[in-house]
């Protein structure tokens, strides 16, 4: 039987932080507003980097933390809806400049819930026998996507990565992904492609920037997280009480307090790092594991939960032990 297993972690961000004060300068909002309602402190945002550079620092981090021959590696998926172009992809630049070997290499869009459903591919490819170490990626700049005079929306995202090596095993420790869509709801939150070009006039359509129906995201997200984490217990035959943390992709602090009570769960027992990167979409949960490893808050052994929600509408969840 083939298993898998997480064998490195790694995380960058860029350095420049936007505060919420800084934001009082560009759009009607203040401190007070966005902490209470989102606990975002600050976020960091790229000046002059882009999506794959900061995928390439946080690979090149897993890849050392996992110990792993860069030749070793042979499936490569970056989750990202801000790639550095429509394509190439981010996973194919990355290839090269990490110097991988010619190896399937594809990005995928499930916005905010890509990097569990990059862990999800990984995992199941790895148990079909036909792979071994997967590098996967989550890397989003998405204040290139923003519209800086939308209050609603600007005060949310950051920019980052993060990245995994998922590994066959001899031990069951990735043990339960899921992941799912509800496309009928792809209003809730949206960024439109250019539109069509009509070949009889050379019109020149500009890019949108992300829409969002915040309320009624918030409320399909609290459920949802609560959902998929009851979903790992049912199918694994486990309770909460068999887990010693979860860590939730980091949109709303207040969408993280409403699960921890709804499940009844302890709170401290929830990853947060929203204060100081907002909501950095696909890299969220990558990051997160990431800080939650090397902070020792999750340690060998641990059992834990992640989840995750977006645009799409799309969701996902896994229970793994480190
Ligand atoms: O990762 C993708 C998933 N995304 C999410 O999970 C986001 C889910 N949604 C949310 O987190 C929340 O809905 C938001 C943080 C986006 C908004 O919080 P809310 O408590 O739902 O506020 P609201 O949209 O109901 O707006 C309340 C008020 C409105 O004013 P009026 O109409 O009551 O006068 C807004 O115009 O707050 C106003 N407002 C702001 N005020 C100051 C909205 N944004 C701001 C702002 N600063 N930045």
Redesign the pocket.
């Known amino acids: 039987m083939i298993y898998t297993k997480i064998l490195g972690t790694g995380s960058y961000l860029p350095k420049k932080i936007l505060t919420n004060k800084d934001l009082e300068n560009i759009?009607?909002?203040?401190d007070e507003?966005?902490v209470s309602?989102?606990g975002i402190k600050e976020r960091r945002i790229v000046t002059d980097e882009n999506t794959s550079d900061l995928a390439y620092n946080a690979a090149s981090i897993a890849i050392k933390d996992a110990g792993l021959k860069k030749e070793d590696i042979d499936l490569l998926i970056v989750a990202t809806v801000s790639g550095d172009n429509v394509f190439p992809g981010v996973s194919q630049l990355l290839q090269a400049r990490l110097e991988l070997n010619e190896i399937m290499s594809f990005d995928i869009n499930a916005a905010?819930s890509g990097f569990m459903y990059a862990l999800e591919i990984a995992d199941k490819m790895i148990r079909s026998g036909a792979y071994n170490n997967a590098l996967i990626v989550g890397a989003e700049t998405l204040t290139r996507l923003t519209d800086w005079s939308d209050?609603?929306t600007c005060?949310?995202f950051g920019d980052g990565a993060g990245a995994m090596i998922v590994s066959r095993s001899d031990k069951n420790k990735i043990k339960d992904v899921i992941t799912g869509a509800r496309g009928d709801k792809d209003d809730l939150?949206k960024m439109k492609n250019l539109d069509i070009k009509d070949p009889y006039q050379n019109q020149k359509f500009e890019m949108d920037h992300i829409h969002?129906k915040?309320?009624e995201?918030?409320k399909f997200?609290t459920r949802i997280v609560p959902a998929t984490i009851n979903n790992l217990l049912d199918r694994n035959n486990i309770t909460l009480d068999d887990i010693n943390y979860i860590v939730a992709?980091q949109?709303?602090e207040r969408?993280i307090d409403k699960a921890a009570r709804d499940l009844k769960y302890p709170k401290e027992k929830m990853f947060l790092n929203i204060h100081r990167y907002g909501?950095t979409?696909a890299a969220s949960v990558a990051i997160a594991l990431d800080e939650a490893i090397k902070s020792g808050k999750l340690q060998e052994g641990d059992l834990f939960a992640t989840v995750a929600?977006?645009?799409g509408l799309t969701w996902g969840g896994a229970l793994i032990e480190l």
């Open positions: 759009v009607e909002t203040n507003w966005i309602r989102t905010c209050r609603n005060v949310l939150l969002m915040g309320a995201v918030f997200a992709h949109a709303n969408i909501n979409s929600f977006g645009g």
